[in-house]
């Protein structure tokens, strides 16, 4: 469960997700041996009056997820007001890549704004706008998205929903296509704050993709799926200790199934100790150590990890933090015959 080790600090996930203008970056190997990496950036760009431009761009490769965002909103935001202020948007991906599926997508948006750390959007997306084949019902997504933070607690969500779609190719005369895709996301990220020295936090990242294909030729059918489900969780309590060092317990939960021969899939849960050891206010060590069970393909299996990292914050806008995993049970062997595996570099930085 590599997820559980790379998540951001946190103080670096509420203000990331509280900002129009930032980028995030983890890049590293699991325990597979095959780079992982999730690039992330928005940006916010003033025009007149209460009108913006923004920009999101998201760029993730996962073992089978592979995922590419470029979107642009025109934004309408009143931000001064005594209440919630109505907010619109119209929304344009012009280059979407959802394994190996590529469209474009146009949409509209409304919401509720109050200020940076309270606001909520609904949007209805048309995926693939620019029609490439004839479809059998209106491509249509629904998105969610909000933010909520006070003295004492935050929260971030956002959902997907893209409803099943079937579309039509004729490719040439004697040989067609039809193919039907699917998919959700679900992100959650959510802290209270029980007393000066104790939080309560929730991590959530669920997403789901499948495609169907149906090959026509000369009258002969050939039929091909796709589904690809994963689910990460993390409930967590942390509290400070000798006034500047950090305690973290977590029970992480993983669930993955892949389309592969082998009907793939692995069930994880675990506990997990991690302690920040402080040096200065811009200087931290970190230490994890986390054991899990689960089942891979029906079989029992179990695994105990360490990590070892250092974290480096400059004026609390940028985080920079290098992260090495090890299995215990296997510690020389595993670092001798693979010493780049499960290295991880995580970047947050603000504007």
């Known amino acids: 469960m590599d997820e559980s080790f790379t998540l951001f600090p946190t103080n670096e996930e509420i203000l990331f997700n509280s900002s129009r203008r930032a980028i995030r970056i983890i890049q590293g190997f699991p325990d597979n041996g095959e780079l992982r990496y999730r690039y992330e950036a928005k940006f916010e760009i003033p025009l007149f009056s209460e009108l913006s431009l923004y920009y999101r761009f998201h760029k993730e490769k996962y073992f089978d997820l592979d995922e590419e965002l470029h979107r642009f909103e025109l934004n ?13 948007s119209f929304v344009i991906a012009p280059a979407y890549k959802n394994n190996s599926i590529d469209i474009d ?9 109050k200020n940076l750390s309270n606001n909520h959007s609904i949007y209805i997306i048309l995926e693939d ?22 003295k004492w607690a935050s929260l971030y969500y956002y959902y997907r929903y893209t409803q099943s779609i079937k579309k039509e190719f004729n490719l040439y005369d004697a040989f067609a296509k039809v193919e039907e895709r699917r998919g959700k996301t679900l992100l959650m990220s959510s802290n209270y704050q029980f007393m000066n020295n104790l939080l309560l936090g929730l ?3 669920y997403l789901e993709w499948g495609r169907d294909s149906t090959y026509i030729m000369f009258g002969l059918e050939e039929d091909f799926q796709w589904d690809w489900e994963y689910l990460f969780t ?10 500047r060092d950090n305690l973290h317990i ?43 069970w689960g089942r891979l393909n029906g079989e029992a299996s179990k695994e105990i990890w360490g990590v070892l990292g250092i974290e480096y914050r400059y004026k609390k806008k940028t985080y920079i933090a290098f992260k090495g995993i090890v299995d215990l049970e296997w510690l020389l062997t595993d670092i001798l015959q693979s010493p780049h595996n499960r290295a991880y570099v995580m970047l947050s930085h603000r504007f």
């Open 76 to 88: 309408w935001i009143p931000r001064t007001g005594d209440f919630l202020l109505l907010t619109y």
């Open 105 to 113: 997508l146009l949409g509209l948006g409304f919401g509720f704004w």
């Open 129 to 150: 706008f620019y029609n490439k084949g004839r479809y059998s019902n209106l491509p249509l997504r629904l998105e969610l998205e909000g933010r909520l933070r006070n």
């Open 203 to 205: 991590r959530l990242r």
């Open 234 to 243: 993390e409930l967590y309590v942390e509290t400070r200790l000798f006034d």
């Open 250 to 292: 977590g029970l992480p939960m993983a669930y993955r199934k892949e389309p592969n021969e082998l009907e793939y899939e692995r069930k994880w849960i675990g506990i997990k100790f991690h302690y920040n050891y402080r040096i200065h206010e811009w200087l931290n060590f970190p230490f994890s150590i986390q054991k899990s």
